[in-house]
């Protein structure tokens, strides 16, 4: 499984982005997923995260009731919609397997940056 992330940009607190996760491989749809972000000077954080067959996702508090994951396994795509984003927010998200698959390289992420 090869992974490439999406989505990312600049926006004003309070505003919108969706990120995807493109997977290649037909094994996408066998591994639990989620969405991790690393911000300057901080350990990788596990945000949130989908069951391989989405039907139950979990959430880190800090960001509970403004993130939805989602995935289409039909498409080897994972997503996560972030609203009423703050300035700590600010990341390079990535996407990968929950728990970390050793085998699976990590892709190149996608920045988001808020500003205040």
């Known amino acids: 499984v090869q992974l490439v992330e999406s989505g990312g940009g600049l926006v004003q607190a309070g505003g919108s982005l969706r990120l995807s996760c493109a997977a290649s491989?037909?094994?996408?749809?066998?591994?639990?997923m989620g969405w991790y972000r690393q911000a300057p000077g901080k350990q990788r954080e596990l945000v949130a995260s989908?069951?391989?067959?989405?039907?139950?996702?979990n959430y880190a508090d800090s960001v509970k009731g403004r993130f939805t994951i989602s995935r289409d396994n039909d498409k080897s795509t994972m997503y996560l919609q972030m609203n009423s984003l703050k300035p700590e927010d600010t990341a390079v998200y990535h996407c990968?397997?929950?728990?970390?698959?050793?085998?699976?390289?990590w892709g190149q992420g996608t920045q988001v940056t808020v500003s205040s």
């Open positions: 989908i069951t391989s067959g989405g039907g139950s996702t």
């Open positions: 990968h397997t929950v728990p970390v698959a050793r085998y699976i390289y």
């Open positions: 491989g037909s094994t996408f749809r066998l591994y639990p």
